[in-house]
T-cell receptor, first 115, second 112 residues
Framework: SAVISQKPSRDICQRGTSLTIQCQVD?????MFWYRQQPGQSLTLIATANQGSEATYESGFVIDKFPISRPNLTFSTLTVSNMSPEDSSIYLCSVVVAGAQETQYFGPGTRLLVL | GNSVTQMEGPVTLSEEAFLTINCTYT??????LFWYVQYPGEGLQLLLK?????DKGSNKGFEATYRKETTSFHLEKGSVQVSDSAVYFCALTGAAGNKLTFGGGTRVLVKP
């Protein structure tokens, strides 16, 4: 497995502002993903974070709203831009560890409340 | 496309009771199947997995068997504890690589 940390763990933000969430892993990983979990719901994949290139977004998610960076193998950021109350969710990063294909491990999540 | 269906909760039971959470899936090819658990206020933890038909995944007293003939991966535990209170998610990865498709989650509440 891997030790995955996310910052911040939670935040309360005003509508119209942006928040950048960081995901750091303690070992090299082959893939990194970002998910959203709306209140009381399951997880929805936002995008695959690609090292050194643009992320691959799922249907319904766009780069202007959720810009993602992955400058190296162990770090990624997700920005939630121009926030509205509908963006209130838990945002989780997940990784596939080198040598443990098919299995994703999740970070602790960032709990975001937009007022 | 791929999909996962799991029984709706909440499931409420007493300590030491038997727990079953049903999970069925639709996928092309031969998916890998997973159970994740989310304790209150925390992220997701991998509970167990199975990567091919008839494999049994097990961990912390939980078991699930990959049944290709019934496209199912039901989670079971013989004697639950209060600490097992959580939301349980069934998921799969399919032919498209590592993208996880999740079921809706099942909340389990174990009472003393």
């Amino acid at each position: 497995s891997a030790v995955i940390s996310q910052k911040p763990s939670r935040d309360i933000c005003q509508r119209g502002t942006s928040l950048t969430i960081q995901c750091q892993v303690d070992s090299q990983v082959t893939m990194m993903f970002w998910y959203r979990q709306q209140p009381g719901q399951s997880l929805t994949l936002i995008a695959t974070a690609n090292q050194g290139s643009e992320a691959t977004y799922e249907s319904g998610f766009v780069i202007d709203k959720f810009p993602i960076s992955r400058p190296n193998l162990t770090f990624s950021t997700l920005t939630v831009s121009n926030m509205s109350p509908e963006d209130s969710s838990i945002y989780l990063c997940s990784v596939v560890v080198a040598g443990a294909q098919e299995t994703q491990y999740f970070g602790p999540g960032t709990r975001l409340l937009v007022l | 496309g791929n999909s996962v269906t799991q029984m709706e909760g909440p499931v409420t039971l007493s300590e030491e009771a038997f727990l079953t959470i049903n999970c069925t899936y639709t996928a092309t090819g031969y998916p890998s199947l997973f159970w994740y658990v989310q304790y209150p206020g925390e992220g997701l933890q991998l509970l167990l997995k199975a990567t091919k038909a008839d494999d049994k995944g097990s961990n912390k007293g939980f078991e699930a068997t990959y049944r290709k003939e019934t496209t199912s991966f039901h989670l079971e535990k013989g004697s639950v504890q209060v600490s097992d209170s959580a939301v349980y998610f069934c998921a799969l990865t399919g032919a498209a690589g590592n993208k996880l498709t999740f079921g809706g989650g099942t909340r389990v509440l174990v009472k003393p």
